[in-house]
């Protein structure tokens, strides 16, 4: 079993290099033809960046990054000279001919969609030619590798029965040296997905086919991270599966969170867009759907005819009614353990790391800071936005609206949540966005904290201290002190994934949506001389 184990490893490795190593792979040759087709597609007005690139770049054979370097050194000769134009206009207080300067400069923060752009129009070579061979040595054998390595736990794991044993033992799970590699890799991913996707172009090629047959076009940075998000959560709950399998809990919500990852996040939007609808993702609520309130959005969802104006209603709806409502019913456990594709990400890709959640008071106090701001940015963000959509200004408050979305959309919703939230599993543990960033979290947790019949009961009298609860709570919950307490634990942050019922060898603790009536004040601690426990029990029985 350990050699298949070993074996898998290698394979696994294998795919994973090949994957990398593609970046550097293929060719680019950019013809006249395309180019002339895409500034017009474009409607890219200034003549001097086209003559540039069809200098640089048109009829060369170039790699990757000499490709994507030309272009971007093109655009940036461009600006360079319209913005010494526009200097030069403004010195000489020539307005009108300043402004018109202006349409000529191309977005800085659009170099990179840019040379993606054309950098999919010119590839060529092995890659391009071998997109199904392409699939199978990187997608193909890293899913292979990895399987082989999670299967021999069957056995390898004995009984069923959560085995943790050497978790703080081996260099991949207690912050050693393969943890750091973890998140260097990680970091980097998110840093190139985020902000350079030209340089990865060749992974939309390998998934061009799969892309083609679902939404009818070539695959683009986002599919290829919807797609390995899949796969990754696919690969991983199989790990679940196997680790959990005494407990149904947990393998339900691992089905749950697949399920609504693969239909709701990742096929349905897929097929809306092949039907030429708006892409949307059904179960993705706002605030974490930040952008949903974007005059782009807005504006999209109002010109789709009336399922645009469904998507507009049950966005709100979700918001502010449903949300809330379950989250009464269940606690936040439904969405964030059981719905949430981050939730899903980090209960599967990231169970090796719960462990390092911080559990001190600081770092509590820190979350209670940071998640609430997070909230607040959102709000006021998403305040000025809709002023600013309603009429027409550029600011409110004295707060632009491009600028602030723009500063959300690169702290928040690309540095917080991808690049840290997910970059530093290995380090921090699997909940650092969840439990530090995600303003729908702070929503729910104020809902749980406040209204709602989820708890975690505790029988303290069982509870012989082992600290196991505490170590396995993703969210640096210290449970052990709420059991030898008898105390429930009714906290904001809970996001009901079971694990420290699951990983409890003496059954203290358990996951309850029950009525609150007859309830026991869980901020009480409460000792048999104090109150007559039978007088409880008969009141919850009668009520
Ligand atoms: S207290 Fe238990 S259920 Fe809640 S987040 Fe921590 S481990 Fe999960
Ligand atoms: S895992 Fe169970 S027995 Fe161990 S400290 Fe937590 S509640 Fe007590």
């Known amino acids: 079993m350990k050699i298949i184990k070993n074996l898998g490893l290698v394979i696994f490795i294998t795919g994973l290099a090949i994957w990398t190593a593609s970046i550097f792979m293929g060719d680019f040759t950019l013809q006249q033809e395309q180019l002339d087709s895409f500034i017009s597609e474009k409607g890219i007005k200034s003549e001097l960046v086209a003559q540039k690139i069809s200098d640089n770049v048109v009829g060369k054979k170039l790699g990757t990054f000499a490709f994507t370097g030309a272009v971007r050194d093109a655009l940036a000769q461009n600006n360079d000279y319209y913005d010494a134009q526009i200097a030069k206009y403004d010195a000489a207080k020539e307005w ?30 092995f890659i391009v030619e071998n997109k199904g061979l392409m699939w199978f040595l990187t997608f193909g054998l890293g899913i292979l590798g990895a399987l082989m ?4 736990n069957l056995v390898l794991l004995g009984k069923p029965g959560i085995k943790n044993d050497h978790v703080y ?31 990865v172009v060749n992974w939309t090629f390998i998934l061009d086919p799969i892309s083609n047959a679902l939404n009818g ?15 990754i959560m696919i690969t991983m709950a199989v790990r679940m599966y196997i680790k959990y399998r005494h407990n149904k809990y947990q393998i339900v919500r691992t089905t749950s969170v697949l399920f609504f990852q693969i239909v709701f996040a990742f096929l349905i939007p897929e097929i809306m867009a092949s039907l030429g609808k708006p892409g949307y993702d059904f179960k993705n609520a706002f605030p974490l759907d930040y952008d949903f309130f974007f005059e782009w959005n807005l504006q999209s969802l109002t010109e789709s005819g009336g399922l645009g104006i469904f998507i507009l209603v049950w966005g709100v709806v979700l918001t502010l009614v449903i949300v809330p409502v379950m989250v009464y019913f269940f606690g936040k456990r439904w969405y964030c353990s059981w719905v949430c594709g981050c939730g899903g990400l980090a209960e599967t890709l990231g169970d090796p790391y719960r462990q390092h959640s911080n559990k001190s008071m600081k770092a509590w106090k820190l979350e209670r800071w940071l998640i609430h701001s997070v909230l607040v940015f959102s709000l006021v963000m998403t305040l ?40 530093f599993y290995p380090i921090f543990g699997n909940r650092v966005w969840c439990r530090f960033g995600c303003p729908l979290a702070a929503y729910l947790g104020f809902v749980q ?22 170590t396995y709570c993703e969210q640096g919950i210290d449970v052990r002190a709420y059991a030898q307490k008898g105390e429930n634990i009714v906290r904001s942050s809970c996001v009901g994934c079971g694990v420290c019922s699951a990983v409890c060898p003496r059954g203290v603790l358990k996951l309850e949506n029950g ?4 309830r026991i004040n869980p901020t009480q601690v409460l000792l048999g001389n104090d109150v007559d426990l039978m007088d409880y029990v008969n009141n919850k029985e009668a009520s």
């Open 515 to 518: 009525p609150e009536a007859g």
């Open 384 to 423: 000025v936005t809709l002023y600013c959509y309603f009429t027409g200004a550029e600011a409110f408050l004295g707060i632009n609206s491009q600028w602030i979305k723009d500063t959300y959309s690169f702290l928040i919703g690309a540095w917080f949540a991808g690049v840290i939230g997910t970059g």
């Open 217 to 231: 076009g070539d695959a683009s940075q986002w599919f290829v991270y919807g797609f390995l998000y899949c796969v």
């Open 96 to 125: 009108d001919k300043k402004g018109e300067q202006y349409q000529y400069r191309i977005n800085d923060k659009d170099f990179q969609a840019f040379s993606f752009s054309l950098a999919k129009k010119a590839g060529t070579g």
């Open 149 to 152: 390595f999670i299967f021999p």
């Open 449 to 470: 904290r406040f209204k709602s019949r989820f708890r975690i009961t505790t029988n303290g009298g069982q509870c012989i201290s082992c600290g196991n609860c505490s």
């Open 169 to 199: 033992h081996e260099a991949a799970t207690n912050r050693g040296w393969i943890a750091w590699l973890v998140l260097v890799y990680l970091v980097l991913f998110y840093l190139v997905l985020y902000f350079n996707a030209d340089y």
